[in-house]
């Protein structure tokens, strides 16, 4: 193992009280601070929660989870940047389950109130900064990772290199505004390099500054350049260690099969034929389905299609149809909301002579995250104390988990949180945890590696929820003058919460409508209303959540709108929306498609924008005809970040997030039969792959005076775009998605 692996594994322990040097340097967000959680070992020194310096170096201790999205390298560039390092010597890990890790930026966007400032609007965001302290919020999601640390890390970064500095200036007997730092050393007026390393201990006794001074982006070195990653020479070279992939000795192998009617108990096992295949060593029985254990995974693989199970119905609708019906029933019951109610829109609506009244209907279905790698996790219980190694968005939840399922405390179990290969909202969930917990514990002292098949992970996945949109609007000149925009879809906070906290906080769900009421678009008379429909379907949080639907249906029907308006849809946009970043953005795209410039025939383009987790972003797509069917040719995106951290993560992260929502528009689609989904693998549920993905450009803008998010931004224009696309190429309008039902893609 690499002396970085021993590192992480001797000295990610949480503790409950501060150790030396370890205070909070005043970075946090709530008033007290929280206790630095890293013990090291001898030989190594925390200066702070997120900074580790042994004889070798300076390790940076990464809050949230690196999925594949390049966060540790940017997280670690904070700190690095403040603390003067050359980068090719900044080694990244992620850290321990710990308060101290709290994301304070979480809850901010699902304030349930409007986008407009205001003394309420201020009041619940200060409120909601405050609580993911408290209930120890340890959450990688919502596109919140760099918003979150921009500020705490740098000063982490900062405390520590005024802390070594005033090491330096006892040792060196000199004032410490003669020194300076680089290359991770303070350097002398007369040029002596005094390594971190060598001032380690002594900085932690010294009492840390509570307002370092921090870099003014004049002065950065790292920050808003682009930098090499730190995850990939180790993921190119196939020494990256996720959750699979630890060997430990006298190891065993694991997979699970649960009920395929999600939710549904299991009523009768007969594992005899399993059980008599060599090489396997038990059968685990859960709740809802089975764990088998054995020397190898492929033998586990094997046995556990011999076992024979009966499972209970289905504790919801047996058919797609039959669910988007019990879906649509919502639209007959009181709104859980309306964020959006500008003037008296329905009045208008009534006024209105009908035949200048236009509806609509879209819908959208259930969706999979459909991670590369499927879900697993490898645990070992020793003398009562669980050790795990798994990928996980969620880390206090996940170790705890893990700990009730057993019977354990949350401080007998030790977590190592892996690199994972994706994640999109799949490893914000315990499942997981649990499984690899009770097989651990059923065979006490041999390590258990559990790996899920590519159909378990397919089958029993907490999707994106089914969707409908209702639309009325009345339209004039200058586009929609009168619009109610109605949402009807299972809740994904509500079960969110009850899965992760135990309780589903009561009043508006701001996820329900998120892309729909809190778009820029002036419009006189305006009411957008959400409908939680009664669905008991796990549903979770996949990447852009609830823009990921209402981004397509509030795009299609301003594209409508715009149409019958007689107007262009980016003409019409411009018309209706002021902010000055969404209009940049706006401006953009159209200038890097050259949209409204001749094009080739057999072409079309569709436009679309969506405002998520701060950040406007606007995309055009090309669509063509080909002998072989219609191709996605080319996309252009804009966004505005407000400050680019890392301008090549930014742009890798819009084109993941591009191609993740065309896959989706194009063929992504779980369905229900027998109360069973009946995708299984890629064959059924496939994505865009390098041969017809579209070549992508990517403009980013700095101009909106607040950092935002970008891991999720790219997803919800696309879908919108690519259909607005289909429209202008063939004139035909669908408003229900995959696109693939009734075109043929090549």
């Not at 322990?13 to 013990?39: C, D, E, K, M, T």
């Not at 405390?159 to 330096?168: F, H, P």
């Not at 040029?191 to 870099?215: F, N, S, V």
């Not at 969404?582 to 025939?601: F, Q």
Request: hydrophobic share 45%; glycine share 10%; net charge negative.
């Amino acid at each position: 193992m690499s002396r970085l692996g021993r590192i992480a594994r001797r000295t990610f322990l949480v503790g409950s009280v501060a150790i030396a040097g370890g205070v909070a340097f005043g970075i946090w967000q709530a008033r007290r601070p929280v206790a630095n959680p890293l013990r090291p070992a001898d030989g190594e020194v925390t200066l702070n929660p997120y900074v580790l310096i042994d004889a070798s170096g300076v390790t940076v201790i990464a809050p949230r989870a690196e999925m594949g999205q390049g966060i540790h390298s940017t997280l670690a560039a904070l700190v690095a940047e403040e603390m003067d390092l050359d980068w090719p010597a900044v080694r990244v890990l992620h850290g321990p389950p710990a308060r101290a890790y709290f994301n304070g930026a979480l809850l901010g966007p699902g304030v349930p109130v409007n986008a407009e400032r205001g003394v309420l609007h201020d009041t619940r965001q200060a409120a909601a900064d405050l609580a993911p302290r408290a209930l120890g919020l340890q959450i990688t999601g919502g596109s919140t990772s760099l918003v979150d640390a921009f500020d705490k890390m740098r000063r982490a970064g900062a405390a520590a290199r005024e802390t070594l500095m005033a090491a330096a200036a006892a040792r060196a007997g000199v004032d410490i505004a003669r020194l300076r730092t680089e290359g991770g050393a303070v350097v002398t007026p007369e040029g002596l390099r005094l390594r971190y390393e060598d001032l380690a201990q002594d900085a932690a006794a010294i009492e840390p500054p509570r307002a370092p001074r921090l870099k003014p982006p004049s002065e950065w070195r790292l920050l808003g350049r682009s930098l090499p990653r730190t995850d990939i020479p180790s993921k190119v070279t196939g020494t990256a260690q996720f959750a699979g992939d630890v060997r430990l000795p006298d190891m065993l192998y694991a997979t699970v099969r649960l009920s395929p009617r999600l939710g549904a108990a299991m009523r009768s096992i007969d594992m005899a034929e399993a059980l008599a295949v060599p090489g396997v060593e038990r059968i685990v029985e859960f709740e809802d389905g089975f764990g088998v254990i054995a020397r190898d995974t492929w033998t586990a693989m094997r046995a556990a299609d011999l076992v024979r199970a009966e499972w209970d119905r289905a504790p919801y609708p047996p058919q797609t149809d039959a669910i988007f019906e019990r879906i649509a029933l919502a639209f007959d019951s009181r709104p859980n909301s309306r964020l959006r109610n500008d003037g008296d829109a329905a009045a208008r609506l009534t006024a209105a002579p009908p035949g200048r009244v236009f509806e609509a209907e879209y819908r959208v279905p259930y969706l999979a995250h459909s991670t590369m790698e499927p879900m697993s996790a490898t645990a070992v219980l020793r003398d009562n104390h669980l050790e795990m190694w798994a990928g996980n968005q969620i880390p206090i939840a996940f170790r705890d988990a893990a700990a009730r399922a057993i019977g354990l405390s949350s401080g007998d179990v030790t977590l190592h949180t892996t690199v994972m290969g994706g994640g999109f909202g799949r490893r914000a969930e315990v499942d997981v945890a649990v499984q690899a917990a009770r097989l651990a514990a059923s065979v006490p002292g041999r390590p258990v590696c559990m790996t899920w098949t590519r159909e378990e992970d397919m089958t029993h996945d907490f999707y994106r929820p089914g969707a409908i949109a209702r639309a009325r609007a009345v339209v004039g000149p200058d586009g929609p003058e009168a619009v109610v925009l109605r949402i009807a879809a299972p809740s994904v906070s509500r079960q969110g919460a009850r899965r992760l906290m135990g309780f589903a906080p009561p009043g508006p769900d701001h996820m329900l409508v998120e892309g729909a009421h809190d778009q820029p678009y002036r419009i006189p008379d305006f009411l957008v209303s959400g409908h939680i429909a009664d669905v008991a379907v796990p549903v979770g949080y996949w990447r852009s959540v609830g823009y990921s639907h209402n981004g397509f249906f509030h795009e299609c029907l301003m594209d409508e709108l715009a149409r019958e308006a007689g107007l262009d849809p980016v003409e019409m946009r411009l018309r209706l929306i002021d902010d000055a970043p969404s209009r940049g953005v706006i401006e953009a795209v159209a200038d890097m498609s050259g949209w409204g410039a001749d094009r080739p025939s057999g072409t079309g383009r569709g436009f679309a924008f969506t405002r998520s987790f701060g950040a406007p972003m606007a995309q055009v797509v090309e669509l063509a005809e080909t002998g072989a069917g219609l191709r996605i040719t080319r996309a252009w995106a804009a966004v505005d970040v407000g400050l680019a951290i890392d301008p090549g993560n930014v742009e890798a992260q819009v084109i993941s997030g591009m191609i993740y929502g065309l896959s989706a528009a194009v063929m992504g689609e779980i369905t229900f039969a027998d109360g069973m989904v009946e995708q299984h693998n890629f064959p059924d549920y496939d994505a865009l792959r390098m041969d017809n993905a579209p070549e992508i450009a990517v403009r980013i803008l700095e101009t909106m005076p607040e950092l935002a998010g970008i891991g999720e931004p790219g997803t919800p224009p696309a879908m919108p775009a690519l259909a607005n696309a289909l429209y202008d190429l063939t004139g035909e309008r669908v408003r229900e998605l995959p696109l693939n039902r009734r075109f043929a893609f090549a």
